[in-house]
């Protein structure tokens, strides 16, 4: 059973930093996509960063230069160090887990991803 469970999320003030963790079991780990994925209430489901087999990385370009997205495979745990915090990051991060993907989906495809996390929420306040 395919399991990828979030912590890390909590409240900050505006320029603080979080490392949200995202453990996967159950899962073939170093050939997934693997992305982070937020909502925040009211909006749709968007892509934060992702990583794909290769260990290419792509990221939003509003968390560009903040954001960095990492994986520890002996872990099995995708990783998103998230810096300089603002109050629009606010929302609930997931991750998400996929095997069969086209590089352009990474971020774009939330419907194409099989496997989420239940999310941890990160809330920044001014």
Partial sequence: QVQLVESGGGSVQTGGSLR????????????????WFRQAPGKEREGVAGMNPDNRIMYR???KGRFTI????AEN???LQMDS???EDTAMYYCAAEKDL????LLLGVSRYTHWGQGTQVTVYS
Avoid at 20 to 35: E, Q
Avoid at 102 to 105: H, L, V
């Fill in 102 to 105: 086209s590089p352009e989906w």
């Fill in 20 to 35: 949200l963790s995202c453990k996967i079991s159950g899962y073939d780990f170093t050939t997934a996509h693997m992305a």
């Fill in 70 to 73: 990492s994986k520890d495979n």
């Fill in 85 to 87: 915090l603002l109050p």
């Fill in 77 to 79: 745990t995708l990783y």
């Fill in 61 to 63: 370009d509003s968390v």
